[in-house]
Structures are given as C-alpha cells and as structure tokens.
C-alpha cells in the first residue's frame, strides 16, 4: 500500500523545501545553537555500543551525534535529498532511504536495535493511514526489551491520546512520558509529548 505523508505533500507544493530544511540546521549549527537535545536523551538511555534507529532520520543530526558517542547508527527517511546530506555529512552511518511504513528492516540488517527514536516531529508528518503500521513496523527492529522513544508536538494533527492507543495496539507497554527532551514531566496541558515504550 502506498502512503501519502505530509511530508511529501510539502515537498510537492514547495521543489525546494528539501534543501531549505537542511540550509537551516547547517545554519543553526553554524550559528552556534543547541540541537543535540533529542541525542542527549537517546545517550542517556543507550548501552554503551549501542545499535540506534534514527528513524526519519533527515540529514542525520541527532544519528551523526550518537555516532561521535560510539553507537552503530542507521537511519531511514524517506526524503532523498535529506539522506544525502545525512551520508555527506556523517559517512560513519548507515543511511537509507524509505517509508517507514514499509522499508523491509530485517532485509537491511536493521534488528536488535537498542533504541530506536524518531524525532523533530517524524510522527506527526506521517499519513494518518501509516500510524499503526509505521508503529508496528519500528517494533519490529527492537530486540526484546528493546525501546522506541518519540517526541512530537500538540497541534499538529496527531492526538497524544490516539497516539497511546496505536502504541498500545503493536503491544508494545510505554515506560515513561515527558513533555520536553529534557525530562519535564508530562501534564495534560502539556504541548509537547516525548513518549518511552518498550518491546518485551
């Protein structure tokens, strides 16, 4: 079945959006911000050589981070352009591109991952169709006792709410719940969600 996401809707309205998104992290960078929040979190919670999916990875900022921290990184985003910064930029990864609705994981040699993660919004810009199946499609790559960690925000199309429920309908039991990549807990009024579940 194919999906279409919002991701690609953007890219079709806008040719040049692609590039734009990666000029303005290479901006920020550059211009001295902070944006390994997201790989901070990942670390923290990692073994040491840990196996990590960055799963829409984009131009592999938060992977390229982990890299630099010792983990085996792979990454998937369905974007091209993006995947080629990301192997430009951080050529120690493993880059793919591919919906992660349907990339055959298994195939690539993407299992036993310690923690997979999907940040800057990846949930929120996909089909509402691909949900469950994304979600249970990342499950799939966990190894047991294994864990998904996601961050996105309210208002933005996916229901905090209905995204517990798909969670809970792959099987997988969620862990812990903040409202920000550093730790804040989770209130009702929150909005922003960064949501732990595990594989057992």
């Known amino acids: 079945m194919s999906f279409d996401h919002q991701w690609?809707?953007?890219?079709?309205?806008?040719?040049?959006?692609?590039?734009?998104?990666?000029?303005r992290w290479r901006t920020l960078a550059a211009d001295g911000h902070d944006l390994g929040g997201?790989?901070?979190?990942?670390?923290?919670?990692?073994?040491?050589?840990?196996r990590i999916l960055d799963a829409g990875c984009g131009t592999g900022r938060a992977g390229g981070l982990l890299i630099g921290e010792g983990h085996t990184v792979y990454g998937v985003d369905?974007?091209?352009?993006?995947?080629?910064?990301?192997?430009?930029?951080?050529?120690?990864?493993?880059?793919?591109?591919?919906?992660?609705?349907?990339?055959?994981f298994a195939t690539a040699g993407?299992?036993?991952?310690?923690?997979a993660f999907c940040a800057?919004?990846?949930?929120?810009?996909?089909?509402?169709?691909?949900?469950?199946?994304?979600l249970g499609n990342l499950k799939?790559?966990?190894?047991?006792?294994?864990?998904?960690?996601?961050?996105?925000?309210?208002g933005r199309g996916y229901d905090f709410d209905e995204f517990d429920e798909d969670i809970r309908a792959t099987g997988m039991?969620?862990?812990?719940?903040?409202?920000?990549?550093?730790l804040h807990p989770f209130e009702p009024s929150s909005d922003f969600l960064v949501l732990i579940a595990q594989r057992l």
Do not use: C
């Not at 953007?10 to 998104?21: E, G, I, K």
């Not at 997201?38 to 840990?50: L, S, W």
């Open 8 to 23: 690609d809707k953007v890219r079709r309205a806008n040719p040049d959006h692609s590039a734009n998104y990666a000029q």
């Open 140 to 154: 799939s790559t966990l190894k047991h006792g294994g864990r998904l960690v996601s961050g996105f925000g309210a």
């Open 38 to 50: 997201e790989a901070r979190f990942v670390n923290a919670m990692a073994p040491r050589g840990a």
């Open 120 to 134: 800057g919004n990846v949930l929120s810009f996909l089909d509402p169709a691909s949900r469950r199946q994304t």
């Open 110 to 115: 993407i299992t036993e991952i310690d923690v």
């Open 78 to 104: 369905l974007d091209e352009f993006l995947i080629s910064v990301a192997e430009e930029d951080f050529p120690s990864g493993e880059w793919h591109t591919g919906d992660l609705a349907d990339f055959d």
């Open 173 to 182: 039991v969620i862990d812990q719940k903040f409202s920000t990549w550093e």
